[in-house]
């Protein structure tokens, strides 16, 4: 089945510096969708991409669709305390459209 | 956007037995689903909630371990069945109004199982 690789699994950061991290597939998506899980929570939708090559931007977080369909990448800019959690990569499998796969999750710890 | 409340939100029971767990949709949703997410790793979807007809459910996951209903457009229930240490473990409803839109996730349950 569809399957989404997560990178890196885990990322202890200075406050202020910025993020990156991606997510790649061996199948095509036509969806990628970044969300983040803080403690406690069920997962929030970040940011939703439905094109081959989309950038799109939620404040201090860009995420690409990459052109071969096979991967994106989100990143975070002057990361802040509460930027802390899990974040997701997803997408929706084969042409259901809507039952989603996610990849391993990435762990993001702030220090202050 | 749409709010979900899910009821537990967390529990701890004794193996062999079963629990229910409640999923409420602020809106009329189309589709509902039903996933795990096992201590420390990412979410796996159990099923698929169909209102008026039976679940759909992925491979590795049955009805008898995990029957689940949706009787109406706001509403589902998942229940975890002879429960075993191994079902420990968060389970998460979520709703998504239409097929292009974006899919809405409840807080999660979670379940301990002694």
């Known amino acids: 089945g569809q399957q989404l690789n997560q990178s890196p699994q885990s990322m202890f950061i200075q406050e202020g510096e910025d993020v990156s991290m991606n997510c790649t597939s061996s199948?095509?998506?036509?969806?990628w969708l970044w969300y983040k899980q803080d403690p406690g929570e069920g997962p929030v939708l970040l940011i939703a991409?439905?094109?081959?090559?989309e950038l799109t931007s939620n404040g201090r977080l860009t995420a690409q669709f990459g052109i071969t369909r096979k991967d994106s990448f989100l990143n975070i800019s002057a990361s802040i305390p509460s930027d802390v959690g899990i974040y997701f990569c997803?997408?929706?499998?084969?042409?259901?459209?809507?039952?989603?796969?996610f990849g391993g999750g990435t762990r993001l710890m702030v220090k202050p | 956007s749409a709010v979900i409340s899910q009821k537990p939100s967390r529990d701890i029971c004794q193996r062999g037995t079963s629990l229910t767990i409640q999923c409420q949709v602020d809106?009329?949703?189309?589709?509902m689903f039903w996933y795990r997410q096992q201590p420390g790793q990412s979410l796996t979807l159990i099923a698929t909630?169909?209102?008026?007809?039976?679940?759909?459910?992925e491979s590795g996951f049955v009805i008898d371990k995990f029957p689940i209903s949706r009787p109406n457009l706001t509403f589902s229930t998942l229940t975890v069945s002879n429960m075993s240490p191994e079902d420990s473990s968060i389970y998460l409803c979520?709703?998504?109004?239409?097929?292009?839109?974006?899919?809405?996730f409840g807080p999660g349950t979670r379940l301990l199982v002694l």
């Open positions: 909630a169909n209102q008026g007809s039976e679940a759909t459910y």
């Open positions: 991409l439905y094109k081959a090559g």
């Open positions: 979520s709703a998504q109004r239409g097929r292009q839109e974006t899919q809405y």
């Open positions: 199948s095509i998506f036509n969806t």
């Open positions: 997803a997408g929706p499998r084969g042409n259901a459209g809507n039952m989603l796969t």
């Open positions: 809106s009329q949703v189309t589709m």
